[in-house]
């Protein structure tokens, strides 16, 4: 069982930055791929971007590609986003998912676990 919290959303101005962070609990954490989704109200979730378990492989969104980076600290059990440039069509409820996995997905129902979201607002 993992158990995922995230954090860091808000409100941002559009060219503006945000780093969200992904807590997780329970064991193995190294062992499991992680990825960030983003849903916007009335949308589909979305895949934004994924990590390997030893993070040598990062697949990105071509809608975020160059602007947002996914990171992870095995040893803090954190898996972060760096999103810079940010723009209103970013805006979004942001999930971070963790796969049973050593390579991530775009797929949403390959991911095993999911956090329960953290709101990034971006103002024009």
């Known amino acids: 069982q993992v158990q995922l919290v995230e954090s860091g959303g808000g409100l941002v101005q559009a060219g503006g930055s945000l780093r969200l962070s992904c807590a997780a609990s329970?064991?193995?954490?190294?062992?499991?791929?992680m990825g960030w989704f983003r849903q916007a109200p009335g949308k589909e979730r979305d895949f934004v971007a994924a990590i390997s378990w030893s993070g040598s492989d990062t697949p990105y969104a071509d809608t975020v590609k160059g602007r947002f980076t996914i990171s992870r600290d095995n040893a803090k059990n954190t898996v972060y986003l760096q999103m810079n440039s940010l723009k209103p069509e970013d805006t979004a409820v942001y999930y971070c998912?963790?796969?049973?996995?050593?390579?991530?997905?775009?797929?949403?129902?390959?991911?095993?676990?999911w956090g329960q979201g953290t709101q990034v607002t971006v103002s024009s």
């Open positions: 998912a963790a796969r049973g996995r050593r390579w991530g997905s775009a797929r949403t129902g390959e991911y095993d676990y």
């Open positions: 329970g064991r193995s954490f190294s062992n499991y791929a």
